[in-house]
């Protein structure tokens, strides 16, 4: 999208632009993601009315013209002379001369005042009117008035005056008539020049647009300057031209006031005027003579190629004020006097001009709508965009707040339907979409603010646990002293049954080997019952053999006697022996047969205390890795307490 007009670094998308913008489409807002939506200029679209640089804080739009490539080519040797627009003398009244003759000493040729080719275009006009009976039409020496209308209004294309402007009028009046065949350079107020210079029906006549701003610039930078120079050829009220109704006070001058012309300039209003009365025009319904139309509301005096610092002064229409005054103080000669009545002024122009063939400084128009054609969109395609925009309800789509820089909610979709804007310049969607982040902020923030009082009672909890772990670490830690103490107390019990054990064991081994003994001293005895018996019947034996004795067997009586009393005395103590072996038999039988089940139940109790022993050992184990379990949900709970906190 090339352009004479475009943007810089500087644009933060305040949609100032595109709000004093009449052409739909020159102005696009790029969305970037970024924090400002970039607004650049569509050349096609782009009549280069200046109004965004009047808009524009932030200094984000700059221009193009040839003051560049002018002053290169003079360094070249280019042969070029100028056409200097009646401005300048009133823009620079105290630099004019020397900035001339600074440029006459660079190698420019021949200058011409285009004041002189505005009295031609005055001439033009009126002769044309008059040949024609040309009512009603619109001027054309602003170019961003023909710019917007073979853009945006083509219709009203037969309507534009097809006399050239005074820029044109003074550069065929050069070639054709002054015989200079340099190339020329237009010292201009006015970016929109340059597209009246390269548009193809102007026949390359001028090849530079140097604009006021950029040429004196230039001159600064440079030190340019000379002996004073002026411009050649005298000219008359066209020195009128750059204010605000020039040409209608030109024609006022000539024709009288009785004639009835539409002044009109200022860039929004003027288009706005041209809309609203394009049927009247096209059908030449309008009571005016012309309307004499300046998209500048200062007129080219205060041009989009001026110093803005001197168009905020007054100054330069002063000078030119002054410039019309000595003009209308011309002799009786002149076409300009003011001493002349309008038809004697009239007919001196006439006079003055009757060499030159109008069919010379006649123009032609292109219709250049294709370029600029804005679709409209249907019911349809506007409910999608305003659906999209958030924009649900008849009043959200009448808010016309003209944020984005369209005046209606309506032109903003259509300008978003050709691709020209995008929702999110619109405040109502980014409203919208705060809204809905409100909502949702405020969603999470209750959501985190339950989550934070769930953490809170989780942190208590946890808190609670960790006291609880304390606890079961300290249980623990006393049921492993007391099971350590208890595995101590099992093993030496286990030692102590084991003793116990063994000496039931070896007083099993003793009961045994004493039922040997009484069983000896058994066996014993009932052979001393044996003998005692042998011994009673040898006794009695001998107590009958001393019987028969007589007395001499009377101690061997004696003695027989005593032997059977010592053998009744052995058997009963042999009996009583037996008696007596039989009753500790017995006892010992009890004893063995008790020994036996005490070493079964200390063969239950040794295995219950090993069993005891062995399970205070997993008990040991179990309780190891409760520690370590204990210790692992510590850390656990401590990492979750860090992360909530």
């Given at each position: 999208m090339s352009s004479l007009i475009f943007t810089n670094s500087n644009c933060v998308g305040c949609n100032k632009c595109i709000k004093v913008c009449s052409c739909m489409g020159a102005n696009i807002s790029e969305y970037t993601g970024a924090e400002y939506s970039r607004i650049n200029v569509d050349g096609d679209r782009c009549i280069a009315c200046g109004a965004c640089f009047d808009a524009c804080e932030h200094n984000a739009r700059e221009y193009n013209d040839d003051t560049e490539r002018f002053f290169a080519d003079l360094k070249k040797g280019?042969?070029?002379s100028i056409l200097i627009a009646p401005a300048f003398k009133?823009?620079?009244?105290?630099?004019?001369?020397?900035?001339?003759?600074?440029?006459?000493?660079?190698?420019?040729?021949?200058?011409?005042?285009?004041?002189?080719?505005?009295?031609?275009?005055?001439?033009g006009y009126i002769n044309y009117i008059q040949k024609n009976n040309f009512l009603g039409g619109i001027s054309q020496p602003c170019p961003a008035v023909v710019g917007y209308i073979e853009r945006y209004m083509p219709e009203l294309i037969p309507n534009l005056f097809?006399?050239?402007?005074?820029?044109?009028?003074?550069?065929?009046?050069?070639?054709?008539?002054?015989?200079?065949?340099?190339?020329?350079?237009?010292?201009?107020?006015?970016?929109?020049?340059?597209?009246?210079?390269?548009?193809?029906?102007?026949?390359?006549?001028?090849?530079?647009?140097?604009?006021?701003?950029?040429?004196?610039?230039?001159?600064?930078?440079?030190?340019?300057?000379g002996p004073?120079?002026?411009?050649?050829?005298?000219?008359?009220?066209?020195?009128?031209?750059?204010?605000?109704?020039?040409?209608?006070?030109?024609?006022?001058?000539?024709?009288?006031?009785?004639?009835?012309?539409?002044?009109?300039?200022?860039?929004?209003?003027m288009y706005n005027f041209l809309k609203v009365n394009k049927d009247r025009i096209s059908k030449k319904k309008t009571p005016f003579l012309f309307i004499d139309a300046l998209n500048c509301e200062n007129g080219c005096i205060c041009g989009t190629g001026t110093n803005p610092e001197i168009s905020e002064t007054d100054d330069a229409l002063y000078a030119l004020l002054r410039i019309r005054e000595s003009v209308k103080n011309f002799d009786k000669?002149?076409?300009?006097?003011?001493?002349?009545?309008?038809?004697?002024?009239?007919?001196k122009l006439n006079k003055q001009f009757a060499k030159l063939n109008l069919n010379d400084y006649l123009r032609k128009y292109t219709d250049r709508s294709k370029d600029a054609r804005v679709k409209e969109p249907t019911s349809a395609d506007l409910e999608k965009i305003f659906t999209d925009m958030k924009k649900t309800d008849k009043a959200s789509r009448e808010i016309n707040c003209s944020c984005c820089g369209y005046d209606t909610c309506k032109d903003m979709a259509t300008a978003i339907f050709n691709g020209f804007n995008h929702k999110y310049n619109c405040v109502h969607y980014l409203k919208s979409e705060i809204e809905e982040e409100k909502n949702i902020a405020n969603q999470i923030l209750e959501e985190k603010k339950a989550i934070s009082m769930h953490q809170d009672e989780m942190l208590r909890t946890i808190e609670t646990i960790n006291e609880?772990?304390?606890?079961?670490?300290?249980?623990?830690?006393?049921?492993?002293?007391?099971?350590?103490k208890n595995a101590e107390e099992s093993t030496a019990i286990a030692g102590e049954v084991d003793e116990v054990a063994k000496f039931c064991e070896n007083?099993?081994?003793?009961?045994?080997?004493?039922?040997?003994?009484?069983k000896e001293l058994s066996d014993n005895n009932e052979k001393v019952v044996s003998i005692a018996s042998k011994t009673n019947l040898l006794a009695l034996n001998a107590s009958i053999e001393a019987a028969r004795a007589g007395d001499a067997g009377r101690g061997f009586a004696v003695v027989a006697g005593e032997i059977n009393n010592l053998a009744g005395s052995s058997k009963e103590t042999a009996a009583d022996s037996s008696k007596n072996n039989s009753q500790i038999q017995t006892s010992i039988?009890?004893?063995?047969?008790?020994?036996?089940?005490?070493?079964?139940?200390?063969?239950?109790?040794?295995?219950?205390?090993?069993?005891?022993?062995?399970?205070?050992?997993?008990?040991?184990?179990?309780?190891?890795?409760?520690?370590?379990?204990?210790?692992?949900?510590?850390?656990?709970?401590?990492?979750?307490?860090?992360?909530?906190?």
């Open positions: 280019e042969k070029i009133a823009n620079y009244p105290g630099q004019y001369e020397s900035v001339l003759g600074g440029l006459k000493k660079l190698g420019v040729r021949r200058m011409i005042s285009v004041s002189f080719g505005a009295d031609i275009t005055t001439w097809p006399v050239q402007s005074p820029m044109m009028c003074t550069a065929i009046y050069a070639k054709k008539e002054m015989g200079i065949n340099d190339k020329l350079a237009f010292i201009s107020p006015c970016i929109a020049k340059k597209n009246e210079i390269d548009d193809p029906n102007n026949k390359g006549y001028v090849s530079y647009n140097v604009t006021f701003e950029h040429l004196m610039k230039y001159v600064k930078e440079n030190h340019i300057s004073s120079c002026v411009d050649e050829i005298e000219y008359g009220l066209g020195s009128l031209y750059p204010m605000p109704g020039g040409l209608k006070e030109n024609v006022y001058w000539l024709l009288g006031e009785s004639v009835f012309i539409r002044q009109i300039e200022g860039e929004k209003r000669n002149s076409a300009w006097s003011k001493a002349l009545t309008p038809e004697q002024r009239m007919e609880h772990f304390e606890s079961l670490r300290n249980s623990v830690d006393s049921m492993k002293a007391e099971n350590e007083l099993d081994a003793s009961m045994a080997e004493i039922l040997g003994f009484l039988n009890v004893i063995v047969e008790d020994t036996k089940k005490l070493l079964g139940v200390i063969d239950g109790v040794n295995k219950r205390t090993k069993n005891l022993a062995d399970a205070t050992e997993d008990i040991a184990a179990a309780t190891d890795k409760i520690m370590d379990n204990v210790e692992s949900v510590k850390r656990e709970l401590a990492n979750l307490v860090a992360s909530n906190s």
